[in-house]
């Protein structure tokens, strides 16, 4: 089911990605809720939530990534 808050998110995603990654992961969680609500769109046997999931987390490490010295998720910066 879409996350209406942050406060909604799984904690999981709550205590490892800072807030800004939080919002990335709920509109891109939403969307793809949304987009694959018909089974025919998802590929294999993966539930509507599964793919949501698989989206949000995509939509964030385009934006974050993990520091795994720190075990951290941290804005990537911009290439020149």
Do not use: C, F
């Not at 609500?37 to 949501?52: A, F, H, I, L, Y």
């Amino acid at each position: 089911m879409p996350y209406d808050r942050l406060d909604d998110l799984p904690k999981s995603v709550r205590d490892a990605l800072p807030s800004h990654a939080q919002e990335i992961y709920r509109a891109a969680y939403n969307n793809a809720w949304n987009e694959y609500k018909d089974p025919g769109e998802r590929r294999g046997n993966e539930s509507r939530e599964e793919v949501s999931h698989k989206v949000a987390w995509s939509a964030v490490k385009a934006q974050y990534e993990k520091d795994e010295r720190s075990d951290t998720w941290k804005r990537k910066t911009a290439k020149a």
